[in-house]
């Protein structure tokens, strides 16, 4: 019996030492950005995306006006406001296309701001029981709001088509500057919600941090006005160099960004590496914090 239990042991050791060795490291450089993990779980990405946009409209009476409703209204309230009792410059193009252009990319980011901030917590049951790439979740909030873009986008070009307005050679830029602005958002989105997990009072400042942001933005006003030594430093708001780009591609009469989208893309590439940084730094509490 002994020795059949040896002969047993002497199996099992020769039967282990045959298996393969599997040594695991930390990565390093960009695979610890986990960009390969999350290409493997794009279809993950596809379907929170696309239940995102679901949920957003489901139950609602306008359902998908209401991409077109938010930026119009704001249009018509600067044009009140800003256009007729207080005269604010518009480089000579007619101040409802002009505010309406600059809205768009405007409310792209503020939309997909305040929903990748607040998208671990809203996914927090998800989270806590199932492995995936955390980074699916803010960037599947990112994602959603290409779709209301698209519809007010429509809104746009008839109002162009309206006053006379043909788009120049530019237009042709205008995917670089939507990416620019989805850029922007996810960057700053990753920081905050990374943040929101460990410190609930984040959500509260999100708000304020959109209104005052909107307002520091040539949105409803032109980048023409900030004197030109202080215009590199204005780009220092990145969605500045998003506007004014946004506005010189479509419309053609206003300047060049230049100067200000210079600094406004390098500002935008330190914040998304950080926040790619910080978040995936952070990723492993979500779980035991969230």
Avoid at 40 to 50: A, C, D, G, K, M
Avoid at 70 to 76: E, I, L, R, S
Avoid at 83 to 108: E, K, M, N, T
Avoid at 202 to 223: E, G, H, K, M
Wanted: proline content about 6%; overall charge positive.
């Amino acid at each position: 019996m002994a020795n059949s239990q040896s002969e047993i042991r002497a199996a099992q050791l020769k039967a282990s030492a045959d298996l393969p060795v599997f040594f695991i490291k930390p990565e390093s450089g960009l695979a610890s950005l986990g960009l390969k993990e999350l290409w493997e779980y794009r279809e993950l990405l596809y379907f929170l995306t696309w239940r995102d946009i679901k949920v957003r409209y489901k139950q609602t009476v306008l359902g998908a006006a209401w991409a077109i409703i938010q930026p119009f209204f704001m249009m018509v309230v600067f044009s009140l406001f800003f256009g007729r009792l207080a005269h604010v410059p518009s480089d000579g193009i007619s101040y409802p296309v002009f505010a309406y252009c600059a809205l768009l990319p405007w409310q792209l980011f503020a939309h997909s701001l305040i929903e990748s901030s607040n998208s671990l917590v809203a996914n927090e049951r998800l989270i806590t029981k199932v492995y995936f790439p955390r980074l699916v979740v803010p960037i599947s909030a990112v994602l959603g709001g290409l779709i209301d873009f698209a519809i007010a986008f429509v809104i746009l070009l008839l109002m162009m088509a309206y006053y006379g307005i043909a788009p120049t050679w530019a237009v042709v830029t205008l995917p670089a500057f939507i990416l620019f602005a989805i850029a922007t958002a996810l960057g700053v989105g990753l920081w905050l919600s990374a943040l929101n997990v460990k410190y609930r009072d984040v959500r509260y400042t999100i708000t304020f941090l959109v209104q005052f942001w909107l307002f520091a933005t040539p949105v409803a006003y032109a980048s023409s006005i900030v004197p030109e030594r202080w215009r590199p430093l204005y780009g220092l708001n990145p969605m500045s160099g998003v506007v004014e780009g946004f506005r010189w591609a479509l419309l053609g009469k206003s300047p060049a960004p230049g100067v200000l989208l210079g600094v406004s893309i390098t500002v935008v590439i330190l914040i998304l590496v950080g926040g790619l940084l910080y978040f995936r730094r952070m990723e492993a509490e979500f779980a035991d914090v969230v």
